[in-house]
């Protein structure tokens, strides 16, 4: 459900429920049993109601963790520095998964605090952040553009060559992956900086080192581009994702049964005719 479709909280209904509270006590004769309610009731209803609006208005608990997020020291021993921002991510994945939330989240400054964790370039910081960039990217043109705009997807690219932990790389090319599907802007500048031969590479080296999952996802990626693009600005780019990919389709193939699902994958969605 998008925020726009969530009901909104009554706060007028919570005074008078207070004033209610308070004041309509002992009005009537059969009331006589119930005592004045005391003056720490009455505060501590008074802040009950005061969280409940809180958590019940997405935009004030967007920015609640965006500041979380903000507050995580990388500079912290690293199982101190995933265990935090685990919680962080997963806190605010669970809210930007409506994709009007996560244009809120741009445009609350949640991608300087994002960027500014990446560029410590601290692989396990890296590995716990990454996928909030994929989250938001996801079929969400607007956030496309403003990933596209804050350089998200250079640093992504050189980070690939930055970087020797595997893990690390697979959630950089996740998060190219959402970045540029389906958003030709994004296709372009993955191209002009070369993306597409750095996949290329990370999916060589993976293959040496028998990395399934990272393969799996160089492959996904890859399939992305060129279904991405109309012909002609593939053509104008000067890219054949069809050759590289009919390349990585041969050397998947050699071994059918370990790679069936990156080549079912393949084979499900086709590049688009020249």
Not at 38 to 43: C, F, G, W
Not at 105 to 110: H, I, P, R
């Given at each position: 459900?998008?925020?726009k479709?969530?009901?909104?909280?009554?706060t007028?209904?919570f005074?008078q429920?207070?004033?209610?509270?308070t004041?309509?006590?002992?009005?009537?004769?059969?009331?006589?049993?119930?005592?004045?309610m005391?003056?720490?009731?009455?505060?501590w209803?008074?802040?009950?109601?005061t969280?409940?609006?809180?958590?019940s208005d997405?935009?004030?608990?967007?920015?609640?963790r965006?500041a979380n997020?903000?507050?995580?020291d990388?500079s912290?021993g690293d199982?101190?520095?995933?265990?935090?921002?685990?919680?962080a991510?997963?806190?605010?994945i669970n809210l930007?998964?409506?994709?009007?939330l996560?244009?809120d989240?741009?445009?609350?400054?949640?991608l300087?605090?994002?960027?500014d964790?990446l560029?410590k370039e601290?692989d396990?910081a890296?590995?716990s952040?990454?996928?909030l960039?994929?989250?938001?990217?996801?079929n969400n043109p607007?956030?496309q553009k403003?990933?596209?705009?804050?350089?998200f997807?250079e640093y992504?690219?050189?980070y690939?060559?930055?970087?020797s932990n595997?893990?690390?790389k697979?959630?950089?090319?996740?998060?190219?992956?959402?970045?540029?599907?389906?958003f030709?802007?994004a296709?372009?500048k993955?191209?002009?900086s070369?993306?597409?031969t750095?996949?290329?590479e990370?999916?060589?080296a993976?293959?040496?080192?028998?990395?399934?999952?990272?393969?799996?996802?160089?492959?996904?990626t890859?399939?992305?581009?060129?279904?991405?693009?109309a012909?002609?600005?593939?053509?104008?780019?000067h890219i054949?994702p069809?050759q590289?990919l009919r390349?990585?389709?041969?050397?998947?193939?050699?071994d059918?049964?370990?790679?069936a699902?990156?080549i079912a994958y393949l084979?499900?969605?086709?590049?688009?005719a020249?």
């Open positions: 459900m998008s925020k479709d969530q009901p909104k909280v009554d007028g209904a005074g429920l207070l004033a209610l509270a004041t309509a006590q002992g009005d009537r004769e059969t009331d006589q049993s119930i005592p004045p005391s003056e720490d009731n009455r505060k209803l008074e802040q009950a109601m969280d409940f609006t809180k958590d997405p935009i004030k608990k967007l920015k609640c965006i997020l903000k507050d995580v990388v912290k199982s101190e520095v995933k265990e935090e921002l685990v919680v991510v997963d806190n605010l930007v998964c409506d994709i009007d996560a244009l989240f741009c445009k609350l400054d949640g300087n605090v994002v960027m964790i560029s601290n396990v890296n590995i952040v990454l996928p960039i994929s989250e938001i990217a996801q607007p956030v403003e990933l596209l705009k804050q350089n997807i992504c690219i050189k690939l060559d930055k970087t595997n893990v690390a697979l959630k950089a090319i996740s998060a190219l992956s959402a970045m540029v599907k389906a030709p802007p296709v372009i993955f191209v002009k070369d993306g597409h750095k996949v290329l990370t999916f060589e993976a293959w040496n080192a028998g990395d399934d999952r990272l393969i799996h996802r160089c492959v996904i890859l399939a992305n581009i060129g279904r991405s693009a012909p002609e600005l593939i053509q104008r780019l054949q069809d590289f390349l990585i389709y041969d050397r998947l193939n050699e059918p049964q370990r790679y699902e990156s084979q499900e969605n086709p590049l688009p020249n």
